[in-house]
């Protein structure tokens, strides 16, 4: 089972403590305590897994090291070891106490969650010519702490959306290399099945039904993830009794759920169209366009479909890299750091 969505706590490491020491060097009795170590840092880091939130589902927290006490002969104490939480990119990452998310989008990118507490002074930072003996210390400050929750929110360039059944898994088997799941019965897909095709990645969505922008059937925990998608590819089973029925059921609950998913590029396709007679297959094709509906037939046992839908994917893939190499050649403006 995909886990895509997590709450968890998140402290950076304790400071440690200053030390009080003095030296036993005859006529060298002067303080020596060091500072203690500074308590790690909590990062996140984006990896490809998309299972990744799954490690954290059943902990409550995590934790970086604290710093170490600081010691006698001004030897301060060792920082704390960092501690770096590994979550799959497309992540959106929500401080629950302040409510300022941000979004780790890339693999290999770091976001910091909590800093670590500084150490505390040793009493040789104290010493002065009317305090030569001083036993002040500093205990070391306290790691943040702070809950967050992370929302998986797949990116990728084509999602595949329709109904149940709709024949969404069986397309992205056969453009990719994908193994997910297929029978001739609804929710065969419970969670989003990952494909490449070259350098697009392509996202089957789980079916959807009427009401699920409203939290019914699987509800709106797999809507998010058609929301980072580049494009959509609507599948229509062509076995259906009224298409542009099964058209405006899914188009409606994406407008319900977000009024940006209705700007998205949308290619609609009559799947499964080796099932219809050609008679069938054309009136159905007419009931579409007449909706104002533009679909095409699709079979993925039919050569020449499935030719025109990777000539299709090419194109979209020739706009990827041509906008990605346009946008490397422009100066990038350096971020605007912003506290959590």
Known sequence: MLIDDIQLEVAGGNGGKGAVAFSKVRLVKGPTG???????NVYAEGISD???????????EVHADNGRDGRGKNLDGK?????????PAGTRITNLHNGYVQELTDVGQRILLAGGGMGGKGNFKYRSAINTTPL???TGLPGDRIQ??????LIADIGLVGLPNAGKSSLLNELTRAQSKVANYAFTTLEPSLGAYYELILADIPGLIEGASGGKGLGTKFLRHI??????????????????????VIRGELEAYSDSLTHKKEYVFLSKSDMADAAELKEKLALLKKAGIEAQPLSVIDAEHMASIKKLLNEIKDHKLNAAATAAAKPQEPEDPRDW
């Open 34 to 40: 060091g500072d203690g170590g500074s308590g790690g």
């Open 50 to 60: 998309i299972n990744a939130l799954a490690n954290y589902a059943s902990r409550r």
């Open 79 to 87: 920082r704390g070891e960092d501690l770096v939480i590994k979550i």
């Open 136 to 138: 002040e210390f500093q």
């Open 148 to 153: 967050f929750r992370f929302e998986l929110r």
């Open 227 to 248: 929301e980072r998608t580049g494009t959509l590819f609507h599948l229509v089973a062509a076995d259906s009794d009224d298409v542009v029925r099964d058209y405006k």
